[in-house]
């Protein structure tokens, strides 16, 4: 069984669901609210582990009244935690989220008060025992420190990096990451009118790279073997979570390449069209249990 490592954040998701998203400076009655485990790195995890891959955290957590709430969520999917780094005095990140029934979007108001997982941490793990290390992209500066190290240390492992946010420099992590995933605030907030566009925009810089972008309702593009392809998204009427959709995306994909060898036995339709239905699995269920 592959190990796959990622290293990020997880988070507290205080999810407030509405009828439709409020206007400001207004009352309306939640529909429902929920406490939940989230974070990007490790809502990939809760996947992944789910396809039958050995899933391991690295981060930071604080021993404040919501740790039990993500430590038992880690647990539930057999993520192993065991390099976490816990702080005392600190509390965890909390995500106040607003989601529309109306529309299925998420608003997103996000709190943090932790320090982040650092290059120290990082360098003394057992990294030859693992297969696949995933990086979020944020903590720029240790992170690429972590590539760096990877790349120089452990040149044989495959380094997957999600670009989600415009972050200061961010494009400094694409040169070390065999695969690269962008969102779609990404790419509008680079001027790209679709995903497509984005990754004819920067295919240039994606020699020997697999690099999806995803754009919501319209599916993703993938560039790969020197080519670009789209898929639409796979909606149905079961839509009733949008929350880590792109996070379930992200691990689909993950899923496919390591089953097609990194490409090397590789259809690139089936591929993308595999992580858009994984998305849409995820999007048919509150919260992250495909077996439901």
């Not at 990096?161 to 990404?186: A, C, G, H, M």
Request: proline share 2%; hydrophobic share 35%.
């Amino acid at each position: 069984m592959q190990k796959i490592l990622a290293v990020g954040i997880a988070t507290i998701d205080i999810i407030n669901e509405l009828s439709q998203y409020p206007k400001e400076d207004s009352e309306q009655r939640i529909i429902s609210q929920r406490n939940v485990r989230g974070g990007n790195a490790t809502n990939l995890l809760a996947i992944l582990s789910q396809l039958n891959y050995q899933t391991f955290w690295a981060g930071t957590l604080a021993k404040d009244s919501y740790y039990s709430i993500i430590k038992n969520d880690l647990d539930s999917y057999f993520i192993d935690d065991q390099f976490i780094e816990i702080y005392e005095h600190h509390s965890n990140p909390v995500s106040y989220i607003i989601y529309s029934q109306k529309t299925s979007s998420r608003t997103i108001v996000h709190y943090r008060d932790l320090p982040e997982y650092s290059f120290q941490q990082f360098k003394s793990l057992p990294l030859e025992e693992f297969n696949w290390l995933h990086f979020e992209g944020r903590n720029i500066d240790e992170v690429l420190k972590m590539q760096q190290y990877c790349k120089q240390y452990f040149p044989e492992l495959t380094i997957s990096t999600e670009i989600e946010k415009n972050r200061r420099d961010i494009k400094q992590l694409w040169p070390l990451s065999d695969v690269l995933f962008f969102s779609k605030s990404y790419a509008l907030d680079n001027h790209s009118t679709s995903a497509k566009d984005f990754l004819t925009q920067h295919q240039n810089q994606f020699e020997n790279k697999v690099v999806s972008c995803t754009w919501g309702e319209q599916g993703a593009s993938l560039y790969g073997a020197g080519e670009i392809i789209s898929s639409p998204a796979f909606i149905n009427e079961n839509t009733v979570d949008t929350i880590g959709a792109g996070d379930s995306f992200n691990a689909g994909l993950i899923d496919a390449l390591i089953r097609s060898d990194n490409f090397n036995a590789l259809n690139s339709q089936q591929v993308l069209e595999y992580a858009c239905k994984t998305a849409s699995l995820k999007c048919s269920r509150i919260g992250f249990n495909l077996s439901l």
